[in-house]
């Protein structure tokens, strides 16, 4: 369920620290589509790349310049609301979240190298042409992951197709708190950070009739549990790894229950991807093999109806055996009456 | 019938047996509880009544009339503003007040209500309730709940003064516990008994006085002097409080000269009770307020538009002495919602305090009897169009502080030891405001970065009032010759940062005897404020002020030592053993880390504020004594300070403390709070009606710092005023490293901003 950033009055900090549009939901999202967006470069070289990050402890923070920008830009606070947007612009940069995100190595001026040794600054950093592909194919040879794939994908996109004015990566990836999924986080946190990321910026989809999904029972409820993702990106060539970066306008998009309310969804493999891990994790090998997304009863994905078809077997079970072990002592009673 | 034939069989037993299972605990509860405690507690309880008549169709008809037609002439003139000849102003006005529309429009809605339920009289809470007995509340969450009226207002921190609640506090005693944290035994806490050197005496000792002021320039010139026409009815009610001096009244044919003016003073003039003492029926776990009390609440003090504060001063009858209020129907007529007006009628005085200017409630002092003037100010911060950008914005104080029914938050951030009734609601700037509340400057973000370690309040109040007190020895009066009084001298005032403002880490949390907990997020763990700021003043300038008085009290109270006056008032803690400094230290290292630790802490502004007082060092601790009241009649009157203590203690409720039922009670866990082991029961009052030899008169072991939130400025300081060495903030004494300092008040940055 999406928890409105409002509701928690320190929630609003927190997300000045991570995202240009300030939400915590924000936030969290990007640290799960990081995690997919690295996870698509195939695990090893995620997870190689990973652990490169983590053995080099040497933040790019402590450098010597940065830290003349981190003597302002540490402030949790530092932000201001833009005057054309009336968005909110963080220019804070949270010293953990860096610390732990995959660019935690860079200093300052490895990517905002002009107009910064004084202060006020010459220029504002919207104006900065700042290129994610171009950079990662300069230095893959430092492991930065090849995004060409990516922005192929991405330059088919709605938000490219349909010129969104001044979309870029940035607007849904904070290069400064990117980092790889954790471990252990669970489908409703995937759920909860991939689709504010959406919803941070289509605001007019959190009303009780969102426009488009008028045909969509429950809207709220289906926010909740899948991602957006699931049903706007191109149904054709799927990894399980990452969704595509290919956004898909309203009419293109999936619009049949059953590709989802079914065994096997091809929709839903990617984000159930990560529920077979967590409930391999919580239930065990077996277990999940057992259920896994094969329904017993019926389409409802409620455990109850599971548990309850459960139950209903064994007492059939228990009934026949009940039945059988009756006429077997009737027939021995007989037997010895005889 | 035989009263045995009553129990003659076994069913009619039963019965009488049910019955009496029934009865008899409603009975003892209901009738011989409240005598018992009245008894005890030497509380008294009457029918309260006041000057009310039933007016006249005719009457009616004119107030309802004056009343409408003032009121829509208020309107028109706030319409019609551009119009610079003033007869050309004068007919539009005129023009406006008899346009149909704007005729229906307004006006006070009661004066219907009351022409068609017929009434013409105005008496109390009963009037009101014939309508509202019981209100819908709003809370929170949205959900609505019916509640009775009276039951609601009569259970008010406005009502009772404190709270016995889990969770309520965000204060900590000494001892290192929340106070009545969940799990932990309740007491009653909050104005009504807290330890405060402010007003000097505490609710039931200092709850209502007639004193008898001689003011050195004669009856008249102090007529002329009051902003209201002075009433004749003066001197009836001389005779009145002389003749019939009552329980706390003067003694026989005392001032009965020509020079004598009665003044009124009291905790009770800002209190929506009018009986003859606070509630204290809702200090104890069981029992009621009676009904005579709760036809005393003072609905109108809060709701009526034309509330008249001259109505506002102390009466006596044969129970003793009260404060008398406004319950005319031209107040009544005006009720509707609370309004900024009607919250300061008594909160401007803490805020502004009574010398302010601006102060409305303080220029009508009373028809008779008038209020006197408290010059020192409490707090120092006003709220008015004049000095708050808020209210000049036309904010309501309900906007902020958002009430549910008649329970009124006051915010989660309490440092001192006033009860909150809604303490987990928020009231704060970001509210309102957003994390970025800088929007003009071009240096916008670098503010709003400041929001992490800076409250708005360090920056947007710049500056108290200059009357604002600091430091006020109760101990040693000075004559008023205007007033014609003793007052306690304020021995340093000052609204200047760094004198009468000063700036500590603040999390929210407070200690028991109100100082501002709080640790630095970037420290090197130096920062300890009961050890050092709020316990020393090392102000050069303030150190000399102090002197400069010392040395004008000498004349007067030639046993002073000047040096030594001088070193307890500025460094209360040498008024310490070393071994109850060592305990002390010990304490605060031991007990207050976690709750200073706590949370986000960010710098505040705050008000400084130590008395000396008498205090029984019988129950004594490494951070103050339990301080003894004034009577304010025999101190304002003689100025002999140890006299007023004397009358002060004599009181039956002061007596019943220092008794092993109150000790059990709330005593023993009041003190604990205090950082004092164990009540100690020892009456501090001779036999011969002598201040015993535990008394002695002392500053508190530390400042307090009472929270300032208005007042606010819409421009701040700049940023100079900080980042300079020596500037507002004393960054040593906050707890930063060395480095941090260097950075913090380096102006290689703020030259580029502010050359």
Redesign the interface.
């Known amino acids: 369920m999406l928890v409105s950033p409002l509701s928690d009055p320190r929630s609003g900090f927190s997300c000045l620290a991570y995202g240009q549009c300030g939400t915590a939901l924000r936030r969290l999202l990007l640290l799960a589509l990081l995690a997919l967006t690295a996870s698509a470069f195939a695990l090893s070289t995620a997870a190689s790349y990973g652990a490169a990050a983590q053995t080099a402890k040497k933040s790019g923070l402590l450098k010597e310049d940065s830290r003349d920008c981190m003597r302002c830009h540490w402030m949790e606070t530092m932000a201001y609301r833009d005057r054309e947007t009336g968005k909110i612009v963080n220019l804070s940069i949270d010293r953990d979240a860096y610390r732990h995100s995959v660019h935690h190595e860079l200093a300052c001026s490895d990517c905002h190298d002009r107009g910064y040794s004084h202060y006020p600054h010459r220029t504002s950093s919207a104006d900065e042409a700042l290129q994610c592909v171009e950079c990662h194919e300069e230095r893959e040879d430092d492991g930065a992951p090849n995004l060409v794939g990516l922005h192929h994908e991405y330059e088919k996109s709605v938000h490219v197709t349909e010129e969104v004015e001044d979309f870029s990566c940035f607007s849904c990836h904070n290069p400064h708190t990117f980092h790889p999924v954790s471990a252990g986080e669970s489908i409703a946190q995937v759920v909860a950070e991939t689709n504010g990321t959406c919803l941070d910026c289509h605001t007019e989809l959190l009303t009780p009739v969102p426009k488009g999904h008028e045909w969509l029972p429950r809207p709220q409820a289906h926010w909740g549990s899948v991602r957006c993702l699931d049903c706007h990106t191109p149904l054709e060539g799927r990894i399980t790894e990452r969704p595509s970066h290919n956004v898909l306008a309203a009419e293109d998009s999936n619009q049949l229950c059953v590709e989802c309310h079914s065994k096997g969804s091809a929709l839903l493999s990617q984000l159930y991807n990560y529920r077979t891990e967590q409930a391999r994790d919580e239930k065990g090998f077996f277990a999940q093999a057992i259920y896994n997304d094969a329904y017993i009863v019926g389409m409802t994905r409620n455990p109850w109806m599971d548990w309850i078809g459960l139950g209903v077997i064994l007492l059939m079970i228990l009934g026949v055996a009940a039945h059988g072990y009756a006429r077997y002592r009737f027939h021995r009673e007989q037997e010895t009456s005889k | 019938m035989n009263i045995r034939s009553l129990f003659a069989t076994k069913t009619r037993r039963r019965v009488a047996i049910v019955l009496a299972v029934l009865l008899v605990p409603a009975v003892l509860y209901k009738v011989v509880y409240p005598v018992f405690f009245d008894l005890y507690t030497g509380v008294e309880n009457a029918p309260l009544t006041y000057d009310t008549r039933e007016l006249t169709e005719a009457e009616f008809e004119q107030l309802a009339l004056e009343l409408t037609e003032a009121k829509r002439r208020e309107r028109a003139e706030a319409v019609v503003t551009e119009e610079d000849d003033s007869f050309a102003r004068e007919v539009k006005i005129d023009i406006l007040m008899n346009t149909p529309s704007f005729i229906e429009e307004g006006g006070y809605p009661h004066i219907e209500y009351f022409r068609e339920a017929g009434i013409r009289e105005y008496e109390g809470p009963k009037t009101c309730l014939e309508c509202h007995a019981t209100i819908d509340i709003t809370h929170e969450d949205g959900t609505v709940e019916t509640v009775d009226t009276l039951e609601d207002i009569v259970n008010t921190v406005h009502f009772k003064f404190q709270t016995a609640a889990g969770g309520a506090f965000s204060t900590y005693g000494y001892d290192g516990r929340q106070v009545n944290a969940e799990g932990a035994r309740k007491i009653p806490v909050g104005k009504i008994n807290r330890a405060c050197g402010i007003p000097g005496s505490f609710s039931w000792t200092g709850w209502a006085a007639l004193v008898a002021s001689r003011p050195e320039h004669g009856l008249d010139e102090a007529a002329e002097r009051s902003p209201v026409e002075a009433d004749p009815a003066t001197v009836e009610g001389i005779s009145l409080a002389l003749n019939d001096p009552g329980k706390t009244g003067h003694g026989d044919g005392e001032g009965l000269s020509d020079g004598v003016v009665l003044r009124s003073e009291g905790c009770g003039q800002c209190h929506i009770g009018g009986n003859y003492h606070p509630a204290t029926e809702k200090m104890m776990p069981v029992g009621d307020v009676p009904k005579e009390a709760k036809e005393g609440i003072d609905c109108l003090i809060c709701h009526a538009g034309e509330y008249d504060m001259n109505q506002r001063y102390v009466i006596q009858d044969k129970h003793g002495l009260r404060w008398n209020q406004d319950r005319s129907m031209r107040s009544a007529l005006t009720v509707g919602r609370a309004s900024n007006e009607n919250c300061l009628n008594c909160h401007q005085h803490n805020m502004g305090g009574d010398a302010y200017i601006h102060n409305v409630a303080a220029k009508h002092l009373g028809d008779k009897h008038q209020r006197l003037l408290h010059t020192g100010a409490k707090r120092g911060n006003p709220f008015s169009p004049q000095s708050d950008a808020h209210a000049a914005a036309g904010i309501k104080c309900t906007d902020c502080h958002v009430p549910e029914g008649h329970k009124i938050p006051r915010g989660r951030k309490g440092v001192d030891l006033v009860a909150s009734d809604l303490p987990h609601k928020?009231v704060?700037c970001?509210?309102c405001h957003?994390?970025?509340p800088?929007?003009v400057s071009?240096?916008?973000?670098?503010l709003?970065?400041?929001?992490?370690?800076l409250a708005c309040e360090t920056c947007h109040i710049k500056d108290l009032v200059d009357n604002n007190v600091v430091l006020r020895d109760w101990v040693h009066p000075t004559w008023n010759a205007e007033e014609g009084i003793w007052e306690p001298t304020d021995v340093f005032r000052s609204g200047k940062p760094g004198e009468g403002l000063m700036y500590l880490w603040f999390n929210g949390n407070g200690t028991f005897l109100a100082n501002a907990l709080g640790s630095n997020p970037e420290g090197d763990g130096s920062y300890n404020p009961l050890m050092e700021q709020i316990a020393r003043i090392d102000n050069p300038d303030v150190i000399a002020a102090v002197r400069e008085k010392a040395r004008e009290l000498k004349k007067q109270y030639p046993d002073i030592d000047i040096d030594r006056y001088v070193e307890t008032a500025t460094d209360p803690l040498s008024q310490l053993s070393p071994e109850m400094l060592e305990k002390r230290r010990k304490m605060v290292a031991d007990n207050l880390k976690a709750a200073m630790e706590e949370g986000e802490s960010r710098i505040y502004p705050f008000k400084p504020f130590n008395a000396m007082m008498f205090e029984d060092m019988n129950n004594q601790g490494p951070f103050g004594a339990m301080i003894l009241p004034f009577d304010y009649a025999t101190y304002y009157e003689t100025g002999d300070s140890r006299a007023a203590v004397v009358k002060a203690i004599q009181d039956p409720i002061v007596r019943r403390m220092y008794q092993e039922p109150f000790k059990l009670y709330m005593m023993d866990e009041f003190m604990a709070y205090f950082g004092v082991d164990g009540w100690k029961t020892i009456y501090p009052l001779t036999d011969d009606n002598k201040l015993a030899p535990q008394v002695e008169p002392h500053w508190m072991r530390q400042m307090g710092t009472l929270m300032v939130n208005h007042g606010i400025q819409r421009e701040g300081h700049d940023c100079k005023a900080c980042h300079q060495p020596d500037g507002l903030l004393d960054y040593e004494a906050l707890g930063y490293t060395p480095e941090r300092i260097a950075?913090l008040t380096s102006n290689e940055?703020i030259d580029?901003?502010e050359p």
Do not use: C, F, K
Not at chain 2, 442 to 446: D, F
Not at chain 2, 448 to 453: E, L, P, Q, S
């Open positions: 928020e704060s970001e509210s957003s994390q970025t800088h929007n071009e240096h916008r973000a670098l709003n970065g400041h929001v992490a370690r950075e940055i580029e901003i």
